[in-house]
């Protein structure tokens, strides 16, 4: 089957048939017609994903597509077949198909979104059902298709193809969201250790902090090799530049700042017992050397305070202009490569 899902098809009789809805060559016509709806539909929405910049405008393009399905089915439902109603069954099983897809797979998809930011596997698992969902479609086209020249077979009817400059956009999105899903997911494997990292930052469990940060150093390592062996896409490195920034980043953040933070919250908890130790010693009870320890701890935590909060403040400035940069690297190569027209 051809990658594109989208055909223009010029037909040509062979035989005598007049020009009217109970010949072969005007029922593919009017199948045709009903065909061109969804495709336009199918584009917009597809369009939707590649330059929207919500959901809820992809959500709108899809209920769209289903009305536009919808349509065709019941006018195809309605009308008769030509001869007899096999093709016209064939039809409309894939038109049926399609729209079970767009109301469950594609809606699970799109329902798992907010699950599959929480972790690496949902992640995977959500690429996955998308792939698996495009999959479906493609092999249920690669049977219309077949039923399609069986049919004009059938009839003595020639069907000279050419491919449209909608499938030919089609084709070339399948191309961009293939490799900007491959980018996302070496991204997202890195980026969902330092989500874990901020938790047990959070949390001040020092043991999660120091297992998480190694964890985010170790993995944006191996993102830099992974990124190092990945072909960029026609030559465009944007993506790749401003992943390998993010990671490097991540390491930065995990080998040089994050024993900064644990110091602070190591500190804290000393202080907080020496000053839980010290209240419950009746002040004629409290030795220099424990008063002194404990003004000397005062003194640097006040000092450590202050590294403490610029630390956190840089990080947070810069994590916000990586992911921000990234996401907007992201969205540029969505628009540059994927059709707007």
Known sequence: ??????????????STYSQNFDSAISYLDFVAEQQEGI?????????????????????????????????AISKIRKASGYQDNVFKDQLLKRL???????????????????????????????????????KKMEEIQEEYEANYYAFAAKHNINIIESESDLGKKMAISNEVF???KKMYLIYFKVYINEVY??????????????????????????????????ENYKNDKSVMMATKKAFEFFID???????????????????????????????????????????????????????YNKTNVDLNKRRESIINSLNIV????????????
């Open 1 to 14: 089957m051809k990658k594109i899902t989208i055909l223009l098809i010029f037909l040509i009789a062979t």
């Open 39 to 71: 495709t336009k539909k199918m584009w917009r929405y597809t369009k939707a994903i590649a330059h929207g910049r919500s959901d809820r405008n992809v959500e709108s393009k899809r209920k769209s597509l289903l009305k536009t399905l919808d349509r």
């Open 96 to 134: 049926q198909f399609n729209k079970d897809l767009l109301n469950n797979e594609y809606a699970k998809i799109i329902d798992m979104k907010a699950v599959a930011e929480q972790s690496y596997d949902a992640m995977e698992a959500y690429m996955l059902a998308q792939e698996l969902a495009d």
């Open 178 to 180: 293939g490799y900007y």
């Open 197 to 230: 990292l901020m938790d047990a930052l959070n949390n001040k469990d020092i043991n999660a902090i120091q297992q998480n940060a190694n964890a985010l150093s170790e993995s944006a390592k191996e993102g830099l090799e992974i990124l190092n062996a990945v």
């Open 253 to 307: 953040e995990a080998d040089n700042k994050v024993n900064i933070l644990t110091d602070f919250l190591v500190l804290n908890e000393d202080l907080e017992k020496a000053q839980a130790t010290l209240e419950k010693t009746p002040q004629r009870k409290r030795t220099k050397e424990q008063i002194d320890s404990y003004n000397a701890m005062v003194k640097d935590f006040n000092k450590a305070v202050k590294q």
């Open 330 to 341: 992201n969205q540029k190569f969505l628009d540059k490569h994927i059709p707007n027209d």
